[in-house]
């Protein structure tokens, strides 16, 4: 039995490969075994960044394996009922606590599942000719494990719309020009500009980054001032243990002496 997901590390990053061949679909196992690369990714203080991808060079994720879960029987229209490991579908959608970056490599078609990994990513490098769909409405699913949460604030209504009812592709150029993906590259090179990506984000003070996204994790939705109100009341702990780390002090030596700093995570 093949490993549905490959797991290396490069450093202080962590590449996750889906790797259910044909269309890297997403069963019961394959989302547990995300879930897992993404806990490592969490809780090892050795690792920065994540970069998950699909394999091949066609489809980066057509989602949900349908046919594993009809095959399977039960109420799989309520997956959270199910043990689909850590960090929920896909292993990243409903894992809340992860402050490190992740960047998705899409090799190839984002369809249903697959797009809503997309969206719980931080950063998105998609191939020129990939896609991004949402068929849920043509199987009677509501996308739910992100889909309708994430999508309505990453692309315009109508566009947003235009996925949902029609089920319409989303060509990866036209994604970029809406803001939802970073950047376009040639068919081969999504897990390179992926890789350099990371290297640079790596090379940052790692609490700083952690600190980042733990800030607009818990601002979002907040006015300016609750905002203000959250950070000066001691509501961001990782912010607050950054402002008192070694590493602020190595950032602020290392610009005065006219040097790379070397920060430690400490």
Known sequence: MSVPVRVERRGHVLEITLDRPKVNAIDILA???LGEAFVTLRDDPELRVGIVTGA???VFSAGWDVKAAQSAGG???RWWK????PGGFAGLTDLWDLDKPVIAAVNGHAIGGGLELVLACDLVIAAEHAEFRMPGMSLGILPDSGGIQRLPHRLPHNVMMELFLLGR???A???WRHGFVNAVVAKDQPLPTARQWAETIAAGAPLTVQALKEALRKMDGMGVRESFDLLRGGGLPL??????SEDSKEGMRAFAEKRKPVFKGR
């Open 31 to 33: 989302s547990r075994a």
């Open 56 to 58: 091949g060079d066609r």
């Open 75 to 77: 109420d799989r229209l």
């Open 82 to 85: 199910e043990d689909y490991g």
């Open 169 to 171: 592709p989303l060509p």
């Open 173 to 175: 150029a036209e994604a």
């Open 239 to 244: 912010y607050e243990k950054a402002l008192d």
